[in-house]
C-alpha cells in the first residue's frame, strides 16, 4: 500500500509544479498576451499527464485525482480504505507541488489567490470537464488501456481551451491553485464550487459509462 500512495503523491507532485510553474513562466514571457500565456499552460500540463501516467500507472493506476478515485471506488475497483489515503495523499501531493513552483520561480511559498472564477458559466465548464475526463479515462481503459496516457494528455490539452474553466477537472488540483496568486490560480471561496462540480460530474460519468461500456453484462 506504501508504493501506490506515494506514487499518487509523487504524481500530483508533478502535476501542481507543472500546472503551476508552467502558468508563471508563460505569464512572464507572454508580454501580456493571455491567448499566449494559455497556450504556455496546456502544453506543458498536457505533456507531464502522458509522462506520469506512463510512469506511474503500472505502481498506482496514476489517478492523481480525488474524482477518479470516487469513479474507481463507485465502480468497486478500489477498496474504501486505499481510496481515503489516495485522496490524502493526492492533496498533500498537489501542495506541495504548488510549493515547488512558488520556490523555483522565487515567489512566496504560501499565497492566497485572488483570481475570481464563479458563475454558471464556471461551473458547467467544471462539470463538462469532469464528465469528458472521466469518460475518457473508462472508454480507454476497456477498449485500449495502452492509449490512457496519450488520451488523457490530449483531452486535458484541448479541455484546456474548449472549456470555460480551463478545465481544473481535480478537486486535488483545485485545491492546489487556490493557495498561488498566479497564473493558474483560484479564489478560495469559489474552491468549494468547482469542487462540488468535479464531484457531481465524476459521478454521473461512472454511471452514464458504466451503462454504455458494460451493457454487454446483462
Not at 501580456?32 to 506511474?56: E, K
Not at 489516495?86 to 501531493?93: E, L, R, T
Not at 458547467?124 to 469528458?132: N, P, Y
Not at 488523457?152 to 488540483?173: E, H, K, M, Q
Request: one cysteine or more.
Amino acid at each position: 500500500m506504501i508504493r501506490p500512495c506515494f506514487a499518487e503523491w509523487l504524481g500530483t507532485f508533478f502535476l501542481l509544479a507543472t500546472v503551476i510553474g508552467s502558468g508563471i513562466m508563460a505569464e512572464n514571457l507572454a508580454g501580456g498576451n493571455v491567448a499566449i500565456a494559455l497556450l504556455g499552460n496546456t502544453i506543458p500540463t498536457g505533456a507531464i499527464l502522458y509522462v506520469l501516467i506512463t510512469m506511474l500507472g503500472p505502481v498506482s493506476g496514476a489517478h492523481f485525482n480525488p474524482a477518479v478515485t470516487l469513479v474507481f471506488l463507485i465502480r468497486g475497483e478500489i477498496k474504501p480504505g486505499l481510496a481515503g489515503w489516495f485522496v490524502i495523499m493526492q492533496i498533500c501531493g498537489g501542495l506541495a507541488g504548488m510549493m515547488a513552483a512558488h520556490l523555483m520561480f522565487d515567489l512566496p511559498i504560501w499565497q492566497i489567490s485572488e483570481k475570481a472564477r464563479h458563475g454558471v458559466g464556471q461551473w458547467s465548464g467544471e462539470l463538462i470537464a469532469t464528465f469528458g475526463l472521466v469518460a475518457t479515462i473508462l472508454a480507454c481503459v476497456k477498449y485500449r488501456v495502452e492509449a490512457v496516457p496519450a488520451a488523457v494528455g490530449l483531452y486535458i490539452t484541448a479541455a484546456y481551451w474548449f472549456t470555460s474553466s480551463t478545465s481544473f477537472a481535480n478537486p486535488a488540483v483545485t485545491v492546489a491553485r487556490s493557495f498561488t496568486n498566479s497564473f493558474a490560480g483560484i479564489q478560495p471561496a469559489d474552491m468549494p464550487g468547482f469542487i462540488l462540480c468535479q464531484l457531481i460530474a465524476a459521478t454521473i460519468a461512472a454511471l452514464v459509462m458504466g451503462w454504455l461500456l458494460d451493457g454487454d453484462k446483462g
